[in-house]
């Protein structure tokens, strides 16, 4: 089972910045794909980010395009740099990751990102 731990939520006014990190219990090289996910209050949850560990690929919601960028160490952590956030991206962020196409997803608890003047 891989374990992820989510830091770097808190809250931010409009306009603000935010980096969210993901430790994974395992090497990224040993992970197909990671991802970020974001949950509104009464909301389902939805895909933010994601990131393929081979090759690098990236993928993003269109509303955060531009704004948000999933990036690796290449080592066991994934990070969300947020920027010019706005109300709408408030929500408990997730961090997830796969071993393999067709594996199930592991997660994290979770960090709250607060958008608000």
């Known amino acids: 089972q891989v374990q992820l731990v989510e830091s770097g939520g808190g809250q931010v006014q409009p306009g603000g910045s935010l980096r969210l990190s993901c430790v994974a219990s395992?090497?990224?090289?040993?992970?197909?794909?990671l991802g970020w996910y974001r949950q509104a209050p009464g909301k389902q949850r939805e895909v933010v980010a994601v990131?393929?560990?081979?090759?690098?690929?990236t993928a993003y919601l269109d509303a955060v395009k531009g704004r948000f960028t999933i990036s690796s160490d290449n080592a066991n952590t994934v990070y969300l740099q947020m920027n010019n956030l706005k109300p709408e991206d408030t929500g408990a962020y997730y961090c997830?990751?796969?071993?393999?196409?067709?594996?199930?997803?592991?997660w994290g608890r979770g960090t709250q990102v607060t958008v608000s003047s």
């Open positions: 395992e090497n990224l090289f040993k992970l197909d794909a």
């Open positions: 990131l393929t560990t081979n090759g690098g690929g």
């Open positions: 997830a990751a796969r071993r393999s196409v067709g594996d199930p997803w592991y």
